[in-house]
C-alpha cells in the first residue's frame, strides 16, 4: 500500500496538545494522527453502516412499528 501525504492546519492549542501526548507516548505526531484517523473511521464507518441497515430494515414491508405509548408501557417504570 502506497502511502499518501496530507497537510492540515490546526489550532495551535491542539498542535500543543497533539505534541505533548506524542511526547509522553514516545511516538512521533504522525503516529497520533494516524492512529486517531483510523478510530474516527472505524467509528464512523460502523455508525453509517448501521444506520443503513436499520434504515432498510425500518422500510421492509415486514417492519413491525410500536407507538411511543407501547414503548413506554413495556420500558418505563
Request: aromatic fraction near 10%; hydrophobic fraction near 40%.
Amino acid at each position: 500500500m502506497k502511502d499518501k501525504t496530507v497537510t492540515i492546519r490546526i489550532e495551535t492549542e491542539k498542535y500543543d496538545r497533539l505534541t505533548k501526548l506524542a511526547t509522553s507516548m514516545d511516538r512521533p505526531k504522525a503516529f497520533v494522527i494516524e492512529d486517531a484517523i483510523n478510530n474516527y473511521l472505524d467509528v464512523n464507518e460502523w455508525q453509517v453502516s448501521e444506520i443503513k441497515q436499520t434504515l432498510i430494515a425500518a422500510d421492509a414491508p415486514n417492519a413491525k412499528w410500536f407507538t411511543q405509548a407501547e414503548i413506554e408501557k413495556e420500558f418505563l417504570l
